[in-house]
């Protein structure tokens, strides 16, 4: 289902570029594909320095709103672009958990580093909205699509 998924991808990606239409599309297939509540899509502004939300599936609105850049380093986000690690839920965060994102995103997340020839392009993150461990292949399945997106990126 991946590699089905990557092709899918690729194509979108061949065809329309890192448009905001293209991640809104890849988004919305990937919380179909791994059967999530949301997906979002943040890139890294070199410019800034901090996560821009290009694309999210699921998340109103009005939440998203609050969500639109993010420090490096804040939320959950912020934590995975600079560890350059995956990160589930709360795990791993510094102890302040009551940040709103974690209301937004709800429990259940997994988010991973885009990543492309060691450099940081941005994150990808889905969520259940319920309490979920994700399996290692799931982490490793939602990584190589994150660095897929990220070599369109460079």
Known sequence: MTQALQDEIRKLLDRQGTT????ASIACRIVETFDVKIGVVYTLDPGTGMLKLR????????QAGKLRFLCMGKDIPG???TSRKPLQ???GVPSKSHEPEFEIYGIGTLFVPMMHEDALTGVLGIGKGFHH???????ERLTSLGNL?????K
Do not use: T
């Open 89 to 91: 839920g709360c795990h």
């Open 20 to 23: 905001d239409p293209s991640f």
């Open 55 to 62: 694309c999210h599936c699921g998340i109103p609105k009005d």
């Open 79 to 81: 934590h995975v672009a």
């Open 149 to 153: 997106i990220a070599s369109y990126l």
């Open 133 to 139: 461990e994700y399996a290692p292949d799931e982490v």
